[in-house]
């Protein structure tokens, strides 16, 4: 088992910056590849970003590429997404998610998830 735990969330104007993180425990976080996803009201969960088991591969969804960045530190048992230049439509609930090998896109993809943390970005 591996627990994600998400944290970083709050209240943004838009243009501003946030960042997020999400601290694991349980397995050995550098063999898992980690996700993030948000879900805004009535939305289904849609992939952010994605990084590989040691940090050398990196994706991201259309909608945020170039405005966010996600990264790891695999002593701190953390991953992180950088968040610059935020719209109000970024505003969802963000989660974390982990799988063992390599990194999707897809919600299916994840065996492990955070609880989320709330990011809203007003106008």
């Known amino acids: 088992q591996v627990q994600l735990a998400e944290s970083g969330g709050g209240l943004v104007q838009a243009g501003g910056s946030l960042r997020v993180s999400c601290a694991a425990s349980g397995r050995t976080f550098s063999n898992y590849a980690m996700g993030w996803f948000r879900q805004a009201p009535g939305r289904e969960r849609d992939f952010v970003a994605a990084?590989?088991?040691?940090?050398?591969?990196?994706y991201y969804a259309d909608s945020v590429k170039v405005r966010f960045t996600i990264s790891r530190d695999n002593t701190k048992n953390t991953v992180y997404l950088q968040m610059n230049s935020l719209k109000p439509e970024d505003t969802a609930v963000y989660y974390c998610?982990?799988?063992?090998?390599?990194?999707?896109?897809?919600?299916?993809?994840?065996?492990?998830w955070g609880q989320g943390t709330q990011v809203t970005v007003s106008s």
């Open positions: 990084i590989s088991f040691n940090g050398g591969i990196t």
């Open positions: 998610a982990a799988t063992f090998g390599m990194s999707g896109t897809g919600p299916d993809e994840y065996d492990y």
